[in-house]
């Protein structure tokens, strides 16, 4: 357990900054895929999902669309006459996005452009959905005021991120715990967001804000490591000064411990939040 190869979940932190200039784009593909397949955010997806097909949109923007996997699903949920774009900065994911949408290219178009400066005239979407992209931007704010600005009054955005500063994984020094959890925070450009997203709604004049917290609870080591990338954190750590080989070795022997013994716990808070642009 806690092999040392290097997991997809690595470039969940760093690589979705600038996909295109990773190192390895077909990573961030694959750590998408991951993501989607476990039924927390699958399920937080689907909720996303009813919250725009609700509205009925015409028009709907998906925002920081990566490989396309919410287009496809959003797409028959939604009125035979609604179109929906994806947007994306990574030209890699966007290409991937296009197989991936072939069957709905009826409906489905691509955008290149960045978030901060979406090239779309104001007013034309009814709804808007942006998840977990504002994470890994510098300027998160920014994000939501373009997004608000391209929606129609009346319009409804929906996000979804996390706040890292929740993250826990149970280990028998709590000291070192808390050393790695806020590592592995503040490698994200924007890691605490998710506790933020009402406030900035309220910011950028949406109103009706709603906002439910989404926890996520692994008690499977394999999966965690996974998800929070461990075996890589713990490598990045060490490489920064932060942990010895020592305390690597313990920590590895406390959570292999753990996990043998049906005693592993870890997980995290997530909000998910939606606003209506005033008419």
């Given at each position: 357990m806690l092999a040392p190869e290097k997991s997809p979940q690595q470039y969940l932190a760093t690589g979705f900054r600038d996909v295109d200039r990773s190192g390895d784009t077909t990573a961030c593909t694959r750590c998408l895929d991951l993501l989607s397949d476990i039924p927390f955010f699958h399920a937080v997806k689907e909720e996303s999902f009813r919250i725009i097909a609700g509205t009925e949109p015409e028009c709907v923007l998906d925002a920081g669309c990566g490989a396309g996997n919410d287009l496809c699903a959003l797409a028959p949920l939604l009125p035979p006459s609604s179109r929906i774009a994806g947007l994306d900065a990574s030209a890699t994911l966007l290409s991937t996005a296009a197989e991936r949408t072939a069957s709905h290219r009826d409906r489905c178009f691509l955008l290149r452009g960045d978030l901060t400066h979406i090239p779309c005239r104001s007013g034309v979407f009814d709804a808007c959905r942006i998840d977990?992209?504002?994470?890994?931007?510098?300027?998160?704010?920014?994000?939501?005021?373009?997004?608000?600005?391209?929606?129609?009054?009346?319009?409804?955005?929906?996000?979804?991120?996390?706040?890292?500063?929740?993250?826990?994984?149970?280990?028998?020094?709590?000291?070192?715990?808390?050393?790695?959890?806020?590592?592995?925070?503040?490698?994200?450009?924007?890691?605490?967001?998710?506790?933020?997203?009402?406030?900035?709604?309220?910011?950028?004049?949406?109103?009706?804000?709603?906002?439910?917290?989404?926890?996520?609870?692994?008690?499977?080591?394999?999966?965690?490591e996974k998800v929070f990338d461990i075996p890589a954190l713990l490598g990045r750590m060490k490489d920064a000064g932060h942990f010895s080989d020592g305390e690597i070795t313990a920590i590895k022997t406390d959570l292999a411990r753990r996990a043998n013994e049906g005693t592993f716990t870890s997980g995290y808070t997530a909000y998910l939040v939606w606003g209506r642009k005033t008419d």
């Open positions: 977990r992209v504002l994470q890994h931007t510098p300027d998160p704010e920014q994000v939501i005021r373009e997004l608000v600005r391209v929606l129609e009054p009346g319009g409804t955005l929906v996000a979804f991120d996390n706040d890292w500063d929740t993250l826990s994984i149970g280990m028998s020094d709590t000291k070192v715990a808390g050393r790695l959890t806020r590592f592995w925070s503040a490698s994200f450009a924007s890691g605490r967001i998710g506790k933020d997203l009402a406030d900035i709604f309220h910011s950028a004049g949406l109103s009706d804000i709603h906002a439910e917290p989404k926890i996520l609870t692994l008690t499977d080591l394999s999966l965690a």
